[in-house]
């Protein structure tokens, strides 16, 4: 069965730490794009990294760059988000999705693991 | 982040058929043939349901199509069933810098 399942999420202070993990399976994925978006309460979603299947390829949305590291362990089939420096306005739910990346969709996602970032 | 604007609701009964707009920029929608579209139950995980602006996955009813011109894309849903009743969030590439951008969403409402 093709899937991915997001774990990590939590209660976090201001300017704390956490990291968030996705395990896939059911498909390569070493060979697989994948990517971070994140649904704020309220909010549309955003799509805030993805990194491809070697991690040769990379990238951050504005929002996150320079705060939220994301990683791979392709042995384990499992993506990773290491998120410093939180603020309130990363409260969301953070959804793993696999991504096409020629063609610019998210065709296998997750259910999401929500973050919040609050005293 | 810029975003695609949909309209926040629609809705249809049962039988009927609605359409969702998604209004990009000549830097998005306007550039690429690139765009996706999205059915999400809220708790459960997002599901693709056209890609490439009018490509359906395989499996997926054809009651669902997409379309697009110039800065907009359009979804739609014929013979609207209760089960279509969820947010549709549209999404296309916008460049290696930008990489993707969603719509707000829509919540579309089966009366």
């Known amino acids: 069965q093709v899937q991915v399942v997001e774990s990590g999420g939590g209660l976090v202070n201001p300017g704390g730490s956490l990291t968030l993990s996705c395990a896939a399976s059911?498909?390569?994925?070493?060979?697989?794009?994948m990517t971070w978006i994140r649904q704020a309460p309220g909010k549309g979603l955003e799509c805030i990294s993805y990194?491809?299947?070697?991690?040769?390829?990379?990238h951050y949305a504005d929002s996150v760059k320079g705060r939220f590291t994301i990683s791979r362990d392709n042995a384990r089939n499992i993506l990773f988000l290491q998120m410093n420096s939180l603020r309130a306005e990363d409260t969301a739910l953070y959804l793993c999705?696999?991504?096409?990346?020629?063609?610019?969709?998210?065709?296998?996602w997750g259910e999401g693991t929500t973050v919040t970032v609050s005293s | 982040q810029s975003v695609l604007t949909q309209p926040a609701s629609v809705s249809g009964s049962p039988g009927q058929s609605i359409t969702i707009s998604c209004t990009g920029t000549s830097s998005d929608v306007g550039s690429y043939d690139l765009v996706s579209w999205y059915q999400y139950h809220p708790g459960k995980a997002p599901k693709l349901i056209i890609y490439d602006v009018n490509k359906r996955p395989s499996g997926l009813s054809n009651r669902f199509s997409g379309s697009k011109s110039g800065n907009a894309a359009s979804l739609t849903i014929s013979g609207l069933q209760a089960e279509d009743e969820a947010d549709y969030y549209c999404c296309s590439y916008a460049g290696d810098t930008t990489s993707v951008i969603f719509g707000g969403g829509t919540r579309l409402t089966v009366l």
């Open positions: 999705a696999r991504r096409d990346y020629y063609h610019s969709y998210m065709d296998v």
């Open positions: 059911g498909f390569i994925f070493r060979n697989s794009y």
């Open positions: 990194i491809s299947g070697s991690s040769g390829n990379i």
